[in-house]
């Protein structure tokens, strides 16, 4: 979920806003607890709706949080669009040599981290899931196994090769320099290029449009043009169309999720339109007064939060729940807890560390 990814830092620009004659935030706060919610969201979803790890089916487990929890998988939309707007800010002004080392940085050192705990986790907890052999693993340390034919360390991670097509789509723009016009244009050019091939047969140039979620991508890029410059028709249009393209797959999605329901579909309309909403408040500088100071905080443990929880949260609700040491909530509540406590160290220990003699060295070549 990096589905955005969860650890770039919202950093705005300090240039004036050509119609709103003030000077932008020095961070978006909003944004930074908007994506710790997309990721609670998945988290919340893994665990009560998906429910890996329970002895009993989830839906008897957690009956009431079950009916909405088992739309919360739409968090990952919502890091795509938080995604397209985070990439497009943090390339402005950039050339796409320092554009490679801020996403190498970014996505490398907590995922690392990640592979390794998962598998230690799975390796030592009796009874839950399958270890993976040693050469699958070290795939996966490159980010491409899903490419390369090889099974995920933890299935979360189908996220982070999508980031890395739109980030490869988005770096030929940057290469170029970016500009409100050619943005716009790539969105516009993404946009048509996705109906064209959205009901073709699987292959490369079907892969690397991720036509079942570039809509999500483009908005992100329109609202952060919105935001640098001032919204207008044109932007508005070009989010407007997204949000209605991106149904289409959206609710194909919702139905083939055999595991959940039954359950009407407008919650699925509902919950992306809300996204749309409040990412157009944030685009409009509406939440810019927000400055809670705990939240960029907060925003930092969404990687490590996203990357973590899945298989080693399972593991421990494999051994645990059928012992019965503590009522079912009471262990969510401790394994939720435990997983922001074990992100926070992350963030603190492996990735921060790691990302600065990642680009101290990056950076020579």
């Not at 300090?14 to 935030?25: I, Q, S, Y």
């Not at 609700?317 to 939720?336: H, I």
Request: glycine share 8%; with cysteine.
């Amino acid at each position: 979920m990096q589905p955005v990814l969860p650890s770039d830092r919202i950093r705005t620009e300090t240039r004036l806003a050509p119609d709103l004659g003030a000077k932008r935030p020095g961070r978006l706060h909003a944004l930074d607890g908007l994506r710790l919610g997309a990721a609670l969201m998945v988290v919340i979803y893994h665990f009560t709706a998906r429910g890996g790890g329970w002895p009993t089916p989830v839906k008897e487990i957690f009956p009431d949080t079950f009916r909405i929890s088992q739309y919360f998988y739409l968090g990952v939309e919502l890091f795509f669009i938080i995604s397209g707007f985070v990439v497009c800010m943090s390339a402005w002004d950039r050339p796409v040599k320092a554009f490679f080392v801020s996403r190498v940085i970014r996505l490398y050192p907590a995922y690392w981290f990640g592979i390794i705990a998962t598998s230690v986790t799975v390796a030592v907890i009796p009874g839950g899931r399958k270890h993976l052999p040693w050469n699958d693993i070290l795939t996966n340390l490159t980010m491409l196994q899903q490419p390369l034919k090889v099974p995920s360390v933890d299935t979360v991670y189908w996220t982070l090769f999508t980031e890395l097509r739109f980030y490869l789509l988005f770096a030929l723009v940057a290469w170029f320099g970016l500009t409100y016009k050619r943005v716009l244009l790539f969105c516009c050019v993404w946009g048509a290029a996705t109906i064209l091939v959205y009901r073709t047969e699987p292959g490369p140039l079907r892969m690397l449009l991720i036509p079942e979620y570039s809509w999500f991508f483009i908005a992100g890029m329109a609202f952060y043009l919105m935001y640098r410059f001032r919204p207008n028709m044109m932007l508005f249009g070009v989010v407007g169309f997204s949000f209605c393209a991106s149904l289409a797959h959206t609710v194909d999605e919702w139905q083939s999720l055999t595991w959940l329901g039954p359950g009407p579909a407008w919650p699925v309309v509902a919950m992306v339109a809300s996204f749309f909403g409040v990412m157009t408040l944030i685009a409009t500088g509406k939440l810019s007064g927000i400055q809670w100071k705990w939240l960029p905080v907060a925003g930092a443990l969404t990687y490590p939060l996203y990357l973590l929880h899945q298989y080693i949260g399972w593991e421990i609700f494999t051994y645990l729940a059928p012992r019965e040491v503590m009522s079912p909530w009471a262990l969510l509540g401790l394994v939720v807890g435990g997983m922001l406590v074990l992100s926070y160290l992350v963030n603190k220990l492996v990735e921060k560390p790691l990302s600065r003699y990642l680009k101290r060295h990056l950076a020579r070549l």
